[in-house]
Nanobody, 123 residues
Framework: QVQLVESGGGLVQAGGSLRLSCAASGRDFSTYTMGWFRQAPGKEREFVAVITRGGSRTYYTDSVKGRFTISRNNAENTVYLQMNSLKPEDTAVYYC????????????????WGQGTQVTVSS
């Protein structure tokens, strides 16, 4: 089993930056694909970014390409989401999740989830 704890959310002005962290405990972190998802009020949870087990491949939803960067440190059991040029539409609760499925963007294929961290971008 994997336990995930996100941190780093907060309130930021449009154009600003935040770095989210997700610390994992449990066994075999490096065997999991790690993803970031977000959920805005009244909307479904949506895919943001994913990184493969060794960190060699990353994928992003179109709306964050060029602005967000996902990375991981397997030695420290941590995955990150660097968010630059933030926009008000990025406001949401951000979740990290772990999956055994390679590079998946489907939240249904993720077995473990953190509690989420709020990101609010003011205009």
């Amino acid at each position: 089993q994997v336990q995930l704890v996100e941190s780093g959310g907060g309130l930021v002005q449009a154009g600003g930056s935040l770095r989210l962290s997700c610390a994992a405990s449990g066994r075999d972190f490096s065997t999991y694909t790690m993803g970031w998802f977000r959920q805005a009020p009244g909307k479904e949870r949506e895919f943001v970014a994913v990184i493969t087990r060794g960190g060699s491949r990353t994928y992003y939803t179109d709306s964050v390409k060029g602005r967000f960067t996902i990375s991981r440190n397997n030695a420290e059991n941590t995955v990150y989401l660097q968010m630059n040029s933030l926009k008000p539409e990025d406001t949401a609760v951000y979740y990290c999740a772990a999956s055994k499925i390679y590079g998946s963007s489907d939240p249904r294929l993720y077995n473990y989830w953190g509690q989420g961290t709020q990101v609010t971008v003011s205009s």
